[in-house]
């Protein structure tokens, strides 16, 4: 076993180590380095039929659902199709309005989660078109799905999800720009520069990967806190649920994400000195709102940790620290910032002594309902 974790201690710290090849071998085949486009050599549906997709529904569960959420932003804003996601235990059972103009993305690494695969059956048996997003070839839902595309994480061991996620973001970013190619509702230009932004996100994250030490200082400092906050609008909503998930399952520590305007109306209850607050303002069309509801916190004497742009020094007036990430796209934001979400879980977890890679109560694949 320490030889397949190639050095590392855990198998969670080497596949977050592992996410610029992950990403890479993700986008290769998929990507027109010269023409700075994107295609999918192994979709094959007209562009008639995607312009006859009148509604998308996403299903999955747990991380795959978060990367999801994010993959509903994209799709709605770069195809502009009306996208609703779905946790799949919840899609199956709620007599969904799908029908023939419906397409149903299902999101799995593992390609055999239970609920996930019951509702695909759903979403095929009500006439839904269906593509599969998924890290296994030939597993169940690859199987049965229309279509699918291939995440290539490769083997995911740890019970976390970490590389499995950021490959998923990137498949439904490419998606996104696909579909709003082909349906017309993105220009040449902005597909070109989304590009040529992909193309620099391995490498940056590579960097960010070299440079961890200020995310252990704070996985020790706040480690023993029982409670824990993660707050952002837009895009760093749909991060900031899956960095509180992160934190939950392998540190056991208390963790919730609110989208930053919520806050007023209720959460802010909870808000009391010291509790650690971890607010994402990568977003520019909503960051005044979300510094706002930052120093709304910071009045309420919580600890503040902001994930933000580097360069953007005006964060550390009002946080008690401040993450940077690269400067980057609105969306290739969440590939980035997602990063010391997981490595504070890691290193939280480590300080408090869990078993990282298979927390309790936990399998690294649910194939019972
Ligand atoms: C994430 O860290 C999880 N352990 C879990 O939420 C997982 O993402 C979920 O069970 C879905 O699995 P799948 O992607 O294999 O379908």
Redesign the pocket.
Known sequence: EAAEKGGFEHFMLKEIYEQPKALRDTMTSRLDAAAKTIGFPELNWTAEELREINKIFIV???????AGIVGKYYLEQLARVPVEVDIASEFRYRDPLVDGNSLTIV???????SD?LAALREAKRLGSRTLAV??VVGSS?AREADQVVYTYAGPEIA????K??TT?LLAMLMLAIYVGRLRGSMSAEREQELVRGLTFVPEQIHKMLENVDQIKVFAREYGSSEDAFFLGRSLDYAVALEGA??LK?ISYIHAEAYAAGELKHGTLALIVSGVPVIVLATQMDVYDKTVSNLQEVKAREAVVIAIGFEGDTSLEKYADHVIYIPRTDKYLAPLMAVLPLQLLAYYAALTRGCDVDKPRN?A???TVE
């Open positions: 999955a569960c747990g991380t795959a659902y978060h999101i799995s690494q593992s390609g055999e989660t996930t998924t890290n839902i019970v976390a999800s970490t499995a996620y998923q998930l992160k399952e936990l690294k694949s649910v």
